[in-house]
């Protein structure tokens, strides 16, 4: 297996697909001859032409837009939003079309699509730069939601993605494009969308966590071992589909849950999860569900906030140690 950052696992993605299937074709601001702001497609242009990989204006509705007729027609488009805080223009055609033309139409059409989007903070962007909008998209129904945290989920998630029969909206933390490296399966490499990873086992307590988070909660279940606190840590990998067994089983087992994401608290996805286990493993409960998360606030304009704004390790072992520690 060769050894890839995160990006580099999407890129591979990509090349695998695109060589396989003519149907696929990758599109968006600057995705061609500049190979992407962040150069994941870089390289896709000069291998496919530019009939397969190419540029389009600043405007992220006709993107998408274009996408779904694409996608319609019987293509498996993959459209990039250059920044997931850019993707709002883009929610009419993804929410009033994409999501809905299967069941519209009785099953006659689909709109199998990938919108990719790099989304999350603490790379020192500016505003709308570092937003984290899963729960709006996670509230629409027909839409699935993924975001990786490794470079082998990244290829395996995307390959599953690009080949579901539904629109799929791929969020790739930017903070991990080149932080993150590890072993990444060569040729034909699928994850299957709505199945958890058990990321490390635990007794004392439940963590789940998705995208760049993952690596925050990993730091602070680290740390705690010394204290003599055992922490499962589940990564999430797609919260539509959401694995509810593989969290129902690990709360069972620890009674006790906190959950992590950079977006604001409120309405937050992080709230999902906690009703999830309410509705359905209250009686294993030995402490409340707490939530760390971002404040609600918008994402600081100034990069010196960024620390401060962001649901840090030492959030996540404060929040741990409190429902450990509850009576």
């Not at 920044?83 to 009419?92: S, V």
């Not at 087992?253 to 994401?261: E, N, Q, Y």
Request: charged share 25%; proline share 6%; with cysteine.
């Amino acid at each position: 297996m060769a050894q890839m950052n995160l990006l580099e696992g999407i890129r591979d993605a990509l090349i695998h697909e695109m060589d396989h299937d003519d149907r696929v074709f990758a599109f968006g601001e600057d995705v061609g001859k500049m190979g992407g702001v962040f150069k994941v497609t870089e390289g896709l242009q000069k291998r496919f032409g530019e009939v397969r990989v190419f540029d389009t204006p600043l405007a992220e509705s006709a993107i998408v837009g274009a996408a779904v007729g694409m996608a319609m027609a019987g293509m498996r488009p993959v459209a990039e939003i250059q920044f997931a805080g850019f993707i709002y223009p883009a929610l009419d055609a993804l929410f009033s079309q994409a999501c809905k033309i299967r069941f519209r139409s009785r099953g006659r059409y689909s709109a199998p699509l990938v919108v990719r989007a790099p989304c999350g903070g603490l790379v020192k962007a500016p505003e709308q730069h570092s937003d984290s909008p899963e729960s709006y998209l996670a509230h629409t129904p027909g839409l699935k939601v993924v975001v990786p945290s490794t470079p082998a989920d990244a290829k395996g998630l995307l390959i599953s993605s690009i080949r579901d029969p539904d629109p799929v909206i791929f969020l790739e933390p930017i903070r991990l494009y080149r932080l993150v490296k590890g072993e990444v399966p060569e040729g034909d490499h699928t994850v299957p969308l709505g199945r958890l990873r058990v990321v490390r086992e635990g007794s004392d307590v439940t963590l789940v966590a998705w995208g760049a988070m993952v690596h925050t909660c990993e730091q602070a279940a680290a740390s705690l071992e010394a204290e003599g606190v055992s922490v499962e840590l589940l990564d999430l990998r797609s919260i539509v589909p959401l694995d509810e067994s593989g969290i129902l089983d690990s709360v069972r087992k620890t009674g006790r849950l906190v959950v992590a994401h950079e977006a604001p608290e409120r309405a937050g996805f992080g709230a999902e999860v906690a009703a999830l286990v309410a509705e359905h493993a209250i009686e294993h409960l030995l402490a409340p569900v707490r939530r760390v998360t971002a404040w609600d606030a918008p994402y600081p304009t100034f990069a010196m906030l960024e620390e401060y704004y962001f649901p840090g390790a030492d959030r996540v072992r404060a929040a741990i140690r409190d429902v450990v520690r509850w009576r």
